[in-house]
């Protein structure tokens, strides 16, 4: 082999490496969230789920773990969970790629959200008052803790101040 057949060599193998390391990075997940100005959130201290329209590729095993895991942090910033007359209503909405639909619809458990949102709104009226999203690719398997990451910061400012 020529000293100018191991350089092309060498190049086209860096060029893989490159070119295959850059796809297997997800890209990073942006939070943001909006609010209501005017609403007071200091006086809305308790909250109940209530359940979305049903939308195609839905798992209730991310709405559970969703779930669960806002449960945690509105509990340790003062927001109790209450079935009769809660102040807010809460619901999960999440859209996949079409990937993971065709996979979950076949009983695959893997399963990335690509737009996660947790929705507040006051419960006499069910007018959103809050709204959280993490959009990325997000794995929702427990092992991952992506999901719980993406929990955790979307409600990291909650409730604004």
Not at 29 to 46: E, G, L, N, Q, W
Not at 68 to 94: C, E, I, M, N
Request: proline share 5%; charged share 20%.
């Amino acid at each position: 082999m020529t000293s100018s057949q191991r350089c092309s060599a060498l190049i086209a193998i860096l060029l893989v490496v490159a070119v295959s390391s850059g796809c297997s990075t997800a890209p990073p997940t942006s939070i943001t969230y909006s609010f209501d100005p005017v609403f007071s959130f200091a006086d809305s201290k308790s909250y109940a789920w209530v359940k979305p329209k049903p939308t195609s590729g839905s798992s209730a095993l991310v709405e559970a773990n969703v779930r669960f895991l806002t449960d945690r942090d509105f509990q340790a910033k003062g927001l109790s969970l209450k079935a009769d007359k809660p102040a807010l209503h809460v619901w999960v909405g999440y859209e996949s790629g079409f990937l993971d639909f065709y996979y979950g619809y076949f009983g695959s458990t893997a399963y990335d959200a690509r737009v996660l949102t947790l929705n507040v709104a006051r419960a006499e009226d069910n007018q959103l008052v809050w709204q959280g999203r993490a959009r990325g690719s997000i794995k929702t398997d427990a092992a991952s803790g992506e999901l719980k990451k993406a929990v955790d910061e979307m409600l990291a400012k909650f409730p604004p101040k």
